[in-house]
Nanobody, 128 residues
Framework: QVQLQESGPGLVKPSQTLSLTCTVSGASITRLFYVASWFRQVPGKEREGISCIKRGNGVIWYRDSVKGRFNISSANKNLVYLQMNNLKPEDTADYYC????????????????????WGQGTQVIVSS
């Protein structure tokens, strides 16, 4: 059974840094070259993909709004990190970790449709 668990929720001030961790378990996915992604959602809006990493070849994608501020990395097949620098109030959201099979290219990474497994989400609030 595949399970994803986010950790690292927080309340931070604008311009500060916060790191999130996603722990991935379940032999059915960790034995494969899977893709791990971070999404976020605010009430009343669609869940949007913000960053993704292919575990097999290290290809990384970022949404334009976070490019240059957020960094995704993966220590091993069970851990995926999202370091968020220079946070802004508009980054306030519930953040979700997701995983799924890898595919060619990166254009599909922004869509939740291509991810089979999800964490329960963790709240990030950026406020002065």
């Amino acid at each position: 059974q595949v399970q994803l668990q986010e950790s690292g929720p927080g309340l931070v001030k604008p311009s500060q840094t916060l790191s999130l961790t996603c722990t991935v378990s379940g032999a059915s996915i960790t034995r494969l070259f899977y893709v791990a992604s971070w999404f976020r959602q605010v009430p009343g809006k669609e869940r949007e993909g913000i960053s993704c990493i292919k575990r097999g070849n290290g290809v990384i994608w970022y949404r334009d709004s976070v490019k240059g501020r957020f960094n995704i990395s993966s220590a091993n097949k069970n851990l995926v990190y999202l370091q968020m620098n220079n946070l802004k109030p508009e980054d306030t959201a519930d953040y979700y970790c997701a995983a799924g099979p890898t595919r060619p290219g990166t254009s599909w990474m922004k869509s939740r449709l291509f991810f089979d497994y999800w964490g329960q989400g963790t709240q990030v609030i950026v406020s002065s």
